[in-house]
């Protein structure tokens, strides 16, 4: 997004590959979990189904600068909780 590339087809992007690290770390986590399990590895599957058209319909229905504003703000929000968790 800085280097001025079209928000929604970052979101997009970044969906797309958070789904692969999604479906890898999954197999991880049952691999060294069990499947035992089962209702965390079905929680977070849920809430991806949920949370990705969610998030591709808010990012298709807002303005290029409103939506860049919000996505800096959530940035500088998320740094700065980080950053006062750390000290």
Do not use: C, D
Request: hydrophobic share 55%.
């Amino acid at each position: 997004i800085h280097q001025g590339k079209n928000p929604r087809e970052t979101i997009g992007t970044v969906n797309t590959a958070e789904f692969f690290v999604a479906f890898f770390s999954t197999g991880v986590f049952m691999f060294f979990v069990g499947v035992e399990s089962w209702q965390i590895v079905l929680g977070l599957i849920a809430g991806g189904v949920i949370a990705a058209p969610v998030g591709a319909l808010f990012a298709s229905k807002i303005n290029r600068q409103v939506l860049m504003i919000i996505i800096g703000i959530v940035i500088t929000l998320t740094s700065m909780y980080t950053i006062y968790k750390s000290i």
